[in-house]
């Protein structure tokens, strides 16, 4: 069992906190000079544990392991989005560098942009497996002031640089260390998650078309009202999909937009943005299914008609069997009865990189589920633990 | 009988169609050239008939009739919504010079502002009843480019001008004939409508407070989805209300708002914009009844409390008996079996000018129901017809 230093990576932890450091959070928007200098400092600490440093054209930071393998990938992203917390990404960098100083055979990753300050998102791990194209880096601009991604690349030092690509059979598999960014774990009372998947989202646009009028002049019976058929239908999906999902699933109207969107006019057109998520093919089908049952329902009762397009439809990324048992056993040794399976409800770079090779995740408590804010904060005892696992699980696995 | 001129009446909305022409329609807004332009005709046709034609300072023309009493008020509104139709407004307007053509004794207004291009709206005859300050003046500005309202009235020449009072004891009532704007008459197969009052309108701000979430990281067991709160409330008012509302009544949801409103993000506050309608005082009481009990079972049952706020709460105007009764006499015999009692959804010049004295109106019917759009029209053999009920019924009204 390889001997990790806690304390070690507790303080490399707050070192890096300390840079763009905002409240009790950092800032370090993607390519900002704060989240250069978190790139530098990672390098230097790369090259500290005996890994050769290097960064690439999009900004990917990566320690290679000198010596024989098998080799494992251990990564996750080191800029944060706006004012947020200390750990999202961080955390899973820090944690391959505290496994390679503890002389594990692991070559330590960064990927850049995971958190989407440039459209596209995912920039770092998609362009080290071979789909980022140079057409979307022309394209690509920022969602916080529109600059270009080429700008902002030549702005850090970047234009020009290589993009690197992973190197086929190098590595066993990836394991990355993320906060939940949920309260499952806190509410259980547990310290540990081992991931079975990253689900996948099922995006959907629902545009009702009825007649826009007078709030006044025109009687229940004449109505056409786009809005109330978008009320009906959500209802009836509220109903329903509890029948048909997962114990896991997740579904969630986030926007609905109804046209003028004025105190006396019956909207003419209703627009609602629903998802689902899921870690398993069959029960995002079925999702599916009755999703287009419950719309062609509306279209049969309703005066207004609704038109159902799909946004997007990844598919979940499954975590590696071999991975998640190694994780398990790591999990029940040291934190014994207080883990669980669960699934990631939110994306992580793991989904990409798990085109090319096994991965797997390790999940620590989020304190009140908090993300994607300055407050965000896991327990020093759960990340010491967790670290611990994390070690534990990647000997196995090298073992087995 | 009075001897309506309906070719004459025809002629005079005809003449005043083009001051301002768009398309098949007019472009009017209050106190532009072509406003101005309108009210200075009205004003010549006023004295054409004998009346003694004035114009004050919100713009609201007057014409006296010379003669003994007992006099009726007949009016309605001149200015136009943008780029509008021809007889909204100018239909009551041109309908009391009619009256006035066939030697009744009526005085003719067309009140400032009906169609609120300034703030607070309805500024002539809320001015004429006393109830329009001074400073109120001072504050509205036009909603279609900010200009203040005294500088519009002093580019308009009206600056200075006193503000007209209605005489006490002058008028036994007050008649005011309109366009529908809906399809009630027109689907019904009808050709007058006689309105029994003018609905009040009761707006109410409904808000949720859920919880912010990621909604990829947030079980559904653990969600406070104030969408989702809004949703089922919402269906629940759309099942409930048809149980307790009058034959007339309508309810209206203009706005949902979910905040923040973005596809991943499970929403910590929804907004609703709901209003109802009606014209008797007992049935928009059973209706607030129903909501507040609505809200309570939603707030019992559901993870997102509700509040609901009243916005405004306004009295139905109700139209006069005696004033209703002339009309349904006179709707029976010129149009037998054609006409119907029916509210007005829509708010009136009428609804205020009540406050003073008896009110009744006459309703055209609308082609499509189009309203507030140059498309805007009614039958010229309906407009012939309209105005010769209007006559008989004030004759009969003024004998009673």
Redesign the interface.
């Known amino acids: 069992m390889p001997l990790i230093d806690a304390d070690r990576f507790l303080k490399d932890l707050n070192e890096l906190r300390q840079i763009g450091k905002y409240k009790t959070g950092v800032h370090r928007p993607t390519y900002s000079p704060e989240d250069m200098e978190s790139r530098r400092w990672l390098m230097e600490r790369l090259a500290e544990c005996g890994l050769e440093p290097s960064i690439d054209g999009i900004g990917n930071v990566y320690g290679r392991h000198k010596g024989n393998g098998p080799h494992l990938l251990v990564g996750s992203h080191i800029e944060t989005q706006n004012q947020a917390g200390w750990l999202d990404g961080a955390l899973g960098v820090v944690a391959g560098v505290a496994l390679a100083r503890a002389g594990l055979p692991v070559d330590v990753c960064a990927f850049a942009d995971e958190e989407g300050h440039f459209e596209g998102g995912f920039l770092g791990s998609r362009s080290i497996i071979g789909e980022l194209t140079d057409e979307e880096i022309d394209r690509s601009r920022s969602r916080n002031d529109g600059t270009p991604l080429r700008d902002a690349l030549a702005a850090a030092g970047l234009a020009g640089k290589p993009r690197m690509q992973l190197e086929p059979g190098r590595h066993k598999g990836c394991f990355e260390m993320h906060i939940?960014?949920?309260?499952?774990l806190e509410?259980a009372g547990l310290r540990v998650g081992v991931v079975t998947g990253i689900?996948a989202?099922w995006?959907w646009h629902i545009r009702f078309q009825g007649q826009q009028?007078?709030?006044?002049?025109?009687?229940?019976a004449?109505?056409k009202?786009a809005?109330?058929s978008a009320?009906?239908l959500?209802?009836a999906i509220?109903a329903e999909f509890?029948r048909i999902c997962g114990p896991?699933?997740?579904?969630?109207?986030?926007?609905?937009?109804?046209d003028p969107?004025?105190?006396?006019?019956?909207?003419g057109v209703a627009e609602v943005?629903f998802?689902f998520?899921d870690v398993e093919v069959p029960v995002l089908e079925r999702m599916e299914e009755a999703l287009r049952r419950l719309v062609a329902e509306s279209n049969r009762r309703e005066k207004c008609p609704a038109v159902l397009t799909q946004m997007s439809r990844a598919t979940p990324a499954l975590c590696d069997p071999a991975m998640m048992a190694a994780l398990d056993a790591a999990a029940e040794q040291h934190a014994p009865g207080v883990w669980q399976r669960m699934p990631?409800?939110?994306?992580h770079d793991a989904q990409y990189i798990a085109k090319r090779m096994p991965v797997s995740m390790l999940f620590t408590p989020s304190i009140g589920?908090i993300?994607?804010h300055w407050a965000e904060d896991t327990k020093e005892e759960d990340l010491a633990l967790g670290i611990q696992v994390l070690g534990d699980a990647a000997a196995r696995f090298l073992a087995s």
């Open positions: 939940e960014q949920g309260t499952q509410n689900v989202i995006q009028d007078h709030a006044g002049g025109t009687t229940m004449e109505r009202d809005g109330l009320v009906r959500l209802a509220d509890p896991r699933s997740v579904w969630t109207t986030g926007r609905i937009t109804l969107g004025a105190p006396s006019i019956i909207p943005l998802q998520r990631s409800g939110a994306g589920g993300s994607h």
